[in-house]
C-alpha cells in the first residue's frame, strides 16, 4: 500500500516540477502553442524545450492561462514540498 502511494506522490511531484519548469519559461511555452499546427504537435514542442515527458508537457498544456502567474508559481512550490514531506514520512 505504502508503495502505491508513494508511486503516486511521485508522479505528481514529477507533473507540478514539469509546470514549474512552464512557468519558468512561460514565454517560450507559449510560443510553442502559437506557432504549432495542432494541440500534439504543441505538446511534443513543449516536450523538447522542457525536457519534461510528453504526459508532463499535456498537463502544461491543460493549465488555465491565469495558473502560469508568480502567485501560482508559489501555490505549486509549497504543494511539491508537501508531497516531499509525505514521502518522507512513508520512508
Known sequence: MHSQRR??????ARILRAILRGIDHREEVFACI????????AAVAVHKL???SEDEARAILDMQVRRFSDAEREKFTAHIALLH?????LR
Open 34 to 41: 502559437k506557432d504549432a499546427p495542432s494541440t500534439d504537435a
Open 7 to 12: 508511486e503516486s506522490l511521485e508522479a505528481s
Open 50 to 52: 522542457l525536457g519534461v
Open 85 to 89: 514531506a509525505e514521502l518522507d514520512s
